[in-house]
Structures are given as C-alpha cells and as structure tokens.
C-alpha cells in the first residue's frame, strides 16, 4: 500500500507512514500519530485525506491558518498520485509506492566486518554533538509509541537523523531458528523502512540479517566503491542494491517471551560520497564504524524499552492474579521461594456482603444487574485490602478475604488491616444514604483474627493458589459470622484486639469488649471485641459511652448483673450490640445461674 512521507526542515522532522485504504485521517500539528508538531505554520487540524485506489484526496479544513499547495498553487480540494507531493508551511508530504523484498540473491562482497559490543563502546565519535543531540532525544521519542507499528516509525526516522550518510533505514524482524545456508535461513519480515529521497523500491539482504541475529553482533557488508577495502576480509555474501554498503545491527535482549518471539534488527543502507547528500558520506568504510556505533546504542536503549514494556505487561497480568505487594516481591526474588509456602503471623481480615440474599430474591428476574452490583460490591473490599498492602487471599460468592504478615511482615500490618476494615465500613454506610448508589441496600460484616498460619502458593498438582491456611482464617470467618448476632459491623479476637490498643492511635480506631462467648460447635472461650471509629467520626458513641459498656461487661463477667443493666442503660439505646448483653440477663430474669462462667454460649454460627 502507498505510504505518505512528511518531512520538515530538519533531517529529523520526518515520518513515513502507510496509508489504510478508505479510512479518512486527518493531519496537523496535533494530529495524533500523523502530526507535524515541528511546523508551526500547520494548524492543528489542516487537511482530511483519503486513499481511495491510487490516489490520495486531499481536503484543506475551513479553520486551518495557512494555505496548501499542490502543483506550484494554492488549493484547498485535490488528488495526488504516487510521486506529486503537497506543502503546508515548511513540511512536504509526499505519497510514494515502493516495493520491499528481502533478497537472498547477493553480488560478490568486497568486505564483511562484524563489530562486537566492546569494541564500539571503546570508539569514540569525532564529532560527538549532532550524535549526542539526537540521543539525547531518543528515550523520550521512542518511550511515547503507543505500540511497535508507532515505535518502529519513530526509531527509522531517529537512525536517519543521526547517520547522516545512510540513505535508507529498516526495523526487521526473523521469527525461527537461524539456519546457515540459504535454504535453511528463515524469512525476514520488514516492519517499517524509509529512505531520504524516493528512489527505487527497496531490498534488503537475507543474508546479512540473519548472519547478524546469528553472531548477535553488529555487522558490515562494503561491495562497491571501498577504496580501503581488505583484502584479507572474509567474502562470502553481501547486502544487494544499488547502495556502497549496508550494516545490520541486532536488537540483543537476555530474554525473548512467547509474547515476543520475533528478534528485531535494525538495517542501514548508504553510499560513499552520497550525490543524494553532498558531504555526508566518506570513500573510507572505518569511517561508517561511528555509524554502527550510534546505530548500536539506538538498539540498546530499544531493547531496554522492549524490556521494560514486557515487564510491564507482565506485571499488569500479575495484578489480575496477585496483590501488588506479591506482584513487587516477585520482581525481586525466585517465584518458587517468594511464593514457596511457609508459617508467619498473619492479621486476617474476612467480610462478608449483607443483604445479598433478600436483594437475589427481590431482582431474580434481572439477575446480571445483581451480579454487577456484588462485584462493585467486592471491589469495595478488595480495593480496600490493596491499598492497604494486603493480599486478596479468597473469594467466597459474596464475601471476600484479606491477609497482612505474608510475603513482608511489616510493623504496622496491624494498623493496616484496621484502616482497610474502618474504610470498607464507611463506604457502605456512606452508600447506605444514597438511594441512587449500586450499594445502596448492601452492608458489610468484618471479622479480623490475628494468629500463625501457613500463606504462600496453596493447592494441588492441578490447580493453586496464593492464600493463607489455618485455625486463625477459620476464627476471622467465625467472627464475621457473629457480626449478625452481635450485631456488630467489626469485630476482633483477642490477640487482634490487643495489638489494636497497643499499636494503633485513637485518632484512628477504639476498640471495646464486647463479650466472652463459645462459637457454635467449639469448647474454648473466646473474648469478642469490636473496632469502632474515632470519635470525630462516630460522635454517637463517646468514649464514656465505651467505658460504660466496658464496665457493664465487667459487672456482667462478675455475676454483678443488676450493676450491669444498669450501666449499660447508659449507653444510647440506638447502640444494638448492647441488646446481646440486655436480652441474655432478661433471659434469666436478671440473675446470674448457679453454674455462670462468664461464657456466653452461641447457638447459630
């Protein structure tokens, strides 16, 4: 297909891209990938064109500043053919239709020099400035592509500028095994190519590709006009063209994924004592060495950004399956020891969606509405435990489990988990005041249980995960389960509740016993407490009021239960948990039985 070349004024103010057929763009000097941004007489939106068969049509927008000339005069609505040209400002646009074709039929070589890594880093440029100038760019105009089509674009026209006796560029790329004689050499596909002016189609050689990817070294092919050629080269193939020389420089990356299985080259092509380029080029082929040394360095710094991109989509595949602290701990270690599973402290955090069951019944006829709304739901949660560097251990239908201590254990782990509970709280009671809100009608119950577990990759031969294992996930999940007869939004075991006033300030959470019970099924005891906001942000309950309520327990364990209606009567009667204390002493007509232990037993999970 017929590409359209731009070039400014500068040897670097150029692209050349192919056109789509029927597919009307716009040019400008902010135009996405087709904008001039160096030429400041170009309006931001200019032209429309379109290729439609052979001919580019071009339409000047009413709003663009400056004229277009087509033909030597001004006109705002015409065709090009392959070969005409149009100028708006200082930059020519010029629709060209040349051919490719990678050629294995070499001329006779007069010189073949490969050049190793070390060699060229010890070669230092005679006239560092333009080089440097155009590398100093290169990171910047490269990092922008937004994908390789854009990214090769951008690297030819970089190489042009700064070889200045190159006379054509190429990005290439050889998928398979690197076979050494023809009939074993793999094909060779060109992504994207320019040269200075439209003289011919272009074809590059097999054989010099293929023998640079093979050495991953770079490599020179001189077969005419080299007066210092040496005699004691190796000949044995060439690059072909009506060209002096060519070079291909190998794109060297440690790794190639199966996402990335072509290796890339970059080839140059050009002549001595270019006519094209008066001054530019040199009857001494040691002299393109400085080329292949600028050329090398662009090469570097592409695979570094190849590199660098691999690794980000990979990273951006981890995030669907592991938390960001699992994702970084990867990048730094051995998957098979980070993940490796193992004993540590954990703080375990699991809450479950309230409501969930009533809404499927209310909506049943529009079930993936409900759907959508459950998973707002748990990213509520999940974005919560993420933020807060934790690991997303499990999903259970409408519920969600967290986990701190695994892979770092940190001092604050703590602090933490409280802080991603206080948040997935305020959010739902947030949403709760707002009937237009997907959870509207939704609320959250919190149990965190602090112990030893084993966390890591967990699972079978067949299938794994990235969880946490043990007695302690078992009692967070007891805890959130007790929520709804407590009816408490967070509540804690002791180890947990403990770390909470040791660790964690009051400005950011208050903790208050609520009661000791036997869950449902077990024989140990287990003090129950509950996490609540800072006063400034749950005025309602005052720590007076918790210290009532703590005193009441105190009275209650001590068979004092008269004291404790008392000061539990204290407390506002909007606080629902203290109904568990109140109905458990009318129940016993306000007296402790004989055989009272302080424990009060659960009869439902």
């Known amino acids: 297909m017929p590409d359209l070349i731009a070039q400014g004024e500068e040897p670097q103010q150029r692209w050349r891209r192919t056109l789509p057929e029927e597919e009307t763009l716009l040019l400008g000097r902010a135009a996405g990938v087709w904008a001039t941004p160096w030429d400041s007489h170009i309006s931001r939106r200019h032209v429309e064109i379109a290729l439609r068969g052979d001919r580019l049509h071009v339409d000047r927008i009413p709003t663009a500043q400056n004229p277009v000339f087509f033909q030597g005069k001004e006109s705002d609505h015409f065709a090009v053919r392959p070969g005409q040209h149009f100028v708006i400002g200082n930059t020519t646009f010029t629709l060209v239709d040349q051919r490719v074709a990678v050629t294995a039929n070499d001329p006779q070589l007069l010189r073949q020099q490969a050049y190793s890594s070390k060699y060229l880093k010890q070669l230092p440029f005679r006239n560092p400035d333009r080089r440097i100038e155009v590398l100093s760019r290169l990171p910047r105009v490269i990092s922008g592509a937004a994908g390789d089509a854009e990214l090769c674009v951008r690297l030819v026209s970089v190489v042009l500028a700064g070889v200045a006796s190159a006379q054509t560029v190429a990005i290439v790329a050889v998928e398979g095994p690197l ?3 023809a009939d074993q050499r793999p094909p060779v596909q060109v992504l994207h190519w320019d040269q200075r002016l439209s ?4 074809q590059p050689s097999q054989r010099l590709i293929v023998e640079a990817l093979r050495q991953q070294e770079s490599v020179l092919h001189v077969w005419t006009g080299a007066s210092a050629a040496d005699p004691n080269a190796n000949i044995s193939f060439t690059a072909s063209g009506n060209l002096d020389w060519a070079f291909c420089v190998p794109v060297v990356e440690k790794t190639r994924s199966a996402d990335a299985p072509a290796a890339w080259a970059i080839y140059v092509a050009g002549c001595f004592d270019s006519e094209l380029l008066p001054g530019t080029g040199s009857s001494d082929p040691n002299d393109i060495r400085e080329d292949v040394k600028f050329t090398e360095l662009v090469s570097s710094t592409l695979s570094s950004l190849r590199q660098m991109r691999r690794l980000e989509r990979q990273h951006a595949n981890l995030g669907q399956f592991f938390s960001p602290v699992v994702v970084e701990t990867l990048a730094g270690g051995d998957p098979e020891v980070v993940l490796a599973p193992r004993e540590c402290k954990v ?23 409900v759907l959508q709304r459950v998973s707002q739901a748990l990213g509520v949660m999940t974005r919560q435990i993420l933020d807060q560097g934790g690991v997303v251990g499990d999903f259970q239908g409408d519920a969600a489990m967290g986990f701190w201590g695994w892979p770092l254990a940190r001092e604050d782990d703590v602090v933490r988990t409280c802080r991603a509970a206080l948040a997935i709280r305020r959010q739902f009671e947030s949403a709760a005041q707002d009937a237009d809100s997907p959870l509207a009608g939704f609320h959250a119950g919190i149990g965190i249980a602090t112990g030893t577990a084993v966390a890591g990759k967990i699972g079978t031969i067949d299938q794994v995960k990235v969880t946490v294992f043990g007695p302690v996930v078992n009692l967070a999940s007891r805890l959130e389960g007790m929520t709804k007869i407590l009816r408490a939004s967070i509540l804690l075991d ?9 660790q964690v300030p009051a400005d950011v959470a208050r903790v208050r016993r609520l009661a000791v019970v036997r869950p ?4 140990t005891p287990l003090e129950v407490s509950e996490m609540l906001p800072p006063a400034a942000d749950y005025p309602q309950l005052t720590d007076e009021h918790l210290a009532s309520y703590e005193a009441a327990l105190d009275a209650f364990l001590a068979r004092r239960w008269p004291e404790a209606l008392r000061l539990l009567h204290r407390v506002p009667t909007d606080d629902l948990v203290t109904d568990f204390l109140t109905v458990y002493i009318a129940k016993h007509n306000r007296a402790a039985p004989a055989n009272f232990d302080g424990v009060i037993p659960l009869e439902t999970k």
């Open 179 to 181: 076979g050494q004689s």
């Open 199 to 202: 003289s011919g189609d272009f």
């Open 347 to 369: 703080s375990v955090l699991f809450c479950d969606l309230r409501g969930f069951s009533r809404h499927t019944e209310q909506h049943a006829e529009n079930l993936m509405g």
């Open 494 to 502: 002791e180890a947990t509740a403990r770390s909470v006033r040791e």
């Open 520 to 523: 449902y099924g077990l024989e």
